[in-house]
């Protein structure tokens, strides 16, 4: 059964320098995506009960409330669902936020990236630190008890002194649930085609990453690489589900969804999403690239793989199959020992895409 929704809203007032998403500043055809969007999920989606609904983006905040609700008409779901929706600071407002309250959506995640304004100029952001900081108060106002804040390092002109200010804006707002990134420039990007002067480099990345998992740990949860929570009831449900490797359906233009042994993912051009969203490309993936994802994403929560359960899932001994990998991260310090398995130490973490590669056999 699949209880986990991801709806992609790739409007956006303009594109942040940072971003390679499918994204686009096409509200005009707002009405006629939206169309498109609704044909997608009522072919697919079986009706299910959903345990969560993800609006991401792009800017899913662009949308009226009435195309908000026309999406979420078309989904089985109830009080204890949690229903997230992205925003931007720049085009919200306490009506907005009510009117999202009295929809059913009851977790807000803000894209707030920087509390440096010179940095959210730098980066193309359409916001400033004051227009940040009065929406999470609208949403405090509002009594959205569940609200979690973005925020990125190894910015261009970044130092360690502005990082940490950020952070220590962060946790003086106290939001229940922290997402910090590390800036990634990729194809498709404005920095790809044009890249910045005075970025901080890879040894600095990992002292701002460091320096905010030490910051961050005194109050926080930190339950997966780039995620901390204030407990357990903040942790994001929809997020986990991929790292747990559950199913889940992707609607929307480039959105990827996942059932049983098939992984799909939408075109990115908009006509052809708009003449035929029911269109995918899938993947099927064996058991060997099934066991991989549980390891390389199981790897990614703090709490690590339980090879317990990996064992009965695919009827193995995971153990044996990667006995070399396992005892020379262990042997290495950068993997720890748990009650049912393994997990990355914090040194471990620094160096996680150099230690999941090696799990990967095909």
Same mark, same amino acid.
């Given at each position: 059964?699949?209880n986990?929704?991801y !709806?992609?809203?790739?409007?956006c007032?303009?594109?942040?320098?940072?971003?390679?998403?499918?994204?686009?500043?096409l509200?005009? !055809?707002?009405?006629? @995506?939206?169309?498109?969007?609704?044909?997608?999920?009522k072919f697919?989606?079986?009706?299910?009960?959903?345990?969560? &609904?993800?609006?991401?983006?792009?800017?899913?905040?662009?949308?009226?409330?009435?195309?908000?609700?026309k999406?979420?008409?078309?989904?089985?779901?109830?009080?204890?669902?949690?229903?997230? +929706?992205?925003?931007?600071?720049?085009?919200?407002?306490?009506?907005?936020?009510?009117?999202?309250? =009295?929809?059913g959506? /009851?977790r !807000?995640?803000?894209?707030?990236?920087s509390?440096? =304004?010179?940095?959210?100029?730098?980066? *193309?952001?359409?916001?400033t630190?004051?227009?940040a900081l009065d929406? +999470?108060?609208?949403?405090? =106002?509002?009594?959205?008890?569940?609200?979690?804040?973005?925020l990125?390092?190894?910015?261009?002109?970044?130092?360690?002194k /502005?990082?940490?200010d950020?952070?220590?804006?962060?946790?003086?707002?106290?939001?229940?649930?922290?997402?910090?990134?590390?800036?990634?420039?990729e194809?498709?990007?404005?920095?790809?085609? @044009?890249?910045?002067?005075?970025?901080?480099?890879?040894?600095?990345?990992?002292?701002m990453?460091?320096?905010? +998992?030490?910051?961050?740990?005194?109050? @926080?949860?930190?339950y997966?690489f780039s =995620?901390?929570?204030?407990?357990?009831?903040?942790?994001?449900?929809?997020?986990?589900s991929?790292?747990?490797?559950?199913n889940?359906? *992707?609607?929307?233009?480039?959105?990827?969804?996942y059932?049983?042994?098939?992984r799909?993912?939408?075109?990115?051009?908009?006509? #052809?999403?708009?003449k /035929?969203?029911?269109?995918? #490309?899938?993947? &099927?993936?064996?058991k060997?690239?099934?066991?991989?994802?549980?390891?390389?994403?199981?790897?990614?929560?703090?709490?690590?793989i339980?090879? /317990?359960?990996?064992?009965?899932?695919?009827?193995i001994?995971i153990?044996? +199959?990667?006995?070399?990998?396992?005892?020379?991260?262990?042997?290495?310090?950068?993997?720890?020992?748990?009650?049912?398995?393994?997990?990355?130490?914090?040194?471990?973490i620094?160096?996680?895409?150099?230690?999941?590669?090696e799990?990967?056999?095909?």
């Open positions: 059964m699949i986990c929704v !709806i992609h809203i790739p409007f007032e303009k594109k942040c320098k940072y971003c390679s998403f499918c994204s686009f500043s509200l005009k !055809i707002k009405d006629e @995506y939206i169309n498109a969007l609704i044909k997608e999920i697919f989606y079986k009706n299910e009960d959903l345990k969560t &609904i993800y609006f991401g983006g792009g800017t899913p905040s662009l949308l009226d409330i009435n195309d908000i609700k999406i979420l008409e078309n989904f089985n779901f109830n009080s204890k669902t949690e229903i997230t +929706i992205e925003i931007n600071p720049h085009n919200i407002s306490k009506e907005k936020l009510i009117a999202y309250k =009295n929809l959506i /009851n !807000i995640s803000v894209g707030v990236q509390f440096d =304004n010179k940095i959210l100029n730098t980066i *193309g952001r359409n916001h630190t004051n227009e929406v +999470i108060n609208m949403i405090k =106002n509002v009594s959205f008890d569940n609200f979690s804040i973005d990125i390092y190894g910015l261009p002109n970044q130092t360690i /502005n990082w940490q950020t952070l220590d804006i962060a946790l003086n707002i106290n939001p229940a649930h922290i997402s910090l990134y590390g800036l990634k420039i194809k498709g990007s404005y920095f790809y085609k @044009y890249p910045p002067k005075n970025l901080p480099n890879d040894e600095m990345q990992a002292k990453y460091e320096i905010a +998992i030490n910051k961050l740990k005194q109050k @926080y949860i930190h997966e =995620n901390f929570a204030k407990n357990e009831n903040y942790f994001s449900r929809h997020n986990s991929y790292w747990e490797c559950k889940y359906y *992707g609607f929307g233009l480039s959105a990827s969804g059932v049983e042994n098939k799909y993912t939408n075109t990115f051009n908009f006509r #052809e999403y708009l /035929n969203p029911l269109e995918k #490309e899938y993947e &099927i993936l064996n060997e690239n099934m066991i991989e994802e549980e390891i390389f994403l199981g790897l990614r929560l703090t709490k690590g339980d090879f /317990n359960k990996i064992n009965k899932k695919y009827n001994d153990y044996k +199959i990667y006995k070399n990998e396992f005892e020379k991260f262990l042997n290495l310090n950068l993997m720890e020992k748990t009650q049912n398995g393994v997990k990355l130490s914090q040194k471990g620094l160096l996680s895409n150099e230690i999941l590669c799990f990967i056999k095909i």
